[in-house]
């Protein structure tokens, strides 16, 4: 079965601590990994797309990188803002499917000041 | 800049009734898509929507529910006899300004449903 997996859980930082969150997949047919921020109670806001290992993309303090198995969302010195649930997303493209998103469960990150 | 809105922001209703979400996705995109997110859990598809038609359906989208783009501009979707276990936030999303469906999905702020 295909399986996204983010980790950690939940990331308590320090503001100006940098740290990574990993997405991991196992699954055939992918065709983009998407990274989306959640704040309590809203929609899921999109963050970056990524198409192919090696692939890296860059805004403010976020940076995401793709390789073939896994994704790292990087977060270099992070303020309080930062603070949201990071989810991971992957497109499968089959011969049945070819849009659907499959979430992982998200990184809970609190930044403290 | 251009944004996907959903109405009501929260509903309230029986078991058993009938309640429709509504969504107006960003105005040039041609894919459209309803995800619900039980509270704690992950965000889950339900449905895909192109040229007036269903792309794909998940298990969870049974006959209690439907879909419709009843104009150019609004996205429904429709649960018939609502069930306790339907409690949950909704999102509509809608992709595909260049007409792939593999660009990024733009999510609405949700709906979220609560069965009583």
């Known amino acids: 079965e295909d399986q996204v997996t983010q980790s950690p859980e939940a990331l308590r930082l320090q503001e100006g601590e940098s740290s990574s969150l990993n997405c991991s997949y196992t699954v055939s047919g992918l065709r983009g990994l998407f990274w989306y921020r959640q704040d309590p109670g809203k929609g899921p806001e999109f963050l970056f797309t990524l198409y192919s290992a090696g692939e890296e993309k860059e805004k403010e303090r976020l940076k995401a990188t793709l390789t073939k198995k896994e994704s790292f969302l990087h977060i270099t010195a992070p303020k309080p803002e930062d603070s949201a649930t990071y989810l991971c997303?992957?497109?499968?493209?089959?011969?049945?499917?070819?849009?659907?998103?499959?979430f992982g469960a998200g990184t809970q990150v609190v930044v403290t000041p | 800049e251009p944004e996907v809105t959903q109405t009501p922001s929260h509903q309230v209703t029986q078991m058993g009734q009938e309640v429709i979400l509504r969504c107006v996705p960003i105005s040039n995109h041609l894919y459209f898509y309803w995800y619900r997110q039980i509270l704690g859990q992950k965000v889950e598809f339900l449905v895909s929507f192109y040229n007036n038609e269903i792309s794909e359906k998940s298990e969870i989208f049974d006959d209690q529910f439907s879909v419709e783009r009843p104009d150019g501009s609004n996205f429904t979707l429709k649960i018939r006899s609502t069930k306790l276990e339907d409690s949950a936030m909704y999102f509509c999303?809608?992709?595909?300004?260049?007409?792939?469906?593999?660009?990024?999905?733009?999510f609405g702020p949700g709906t979220r449903l609560t069965v009583l």
């Open positions: 997303a992957v497109r499968l493209v089959t011969t049945d499917s070819w849009g659907k998103l499959q």
């Open positions: 999303a809608s992709s595909g300004p260049s007409g792939a469906p593999w660009d990024e999905q733009f």
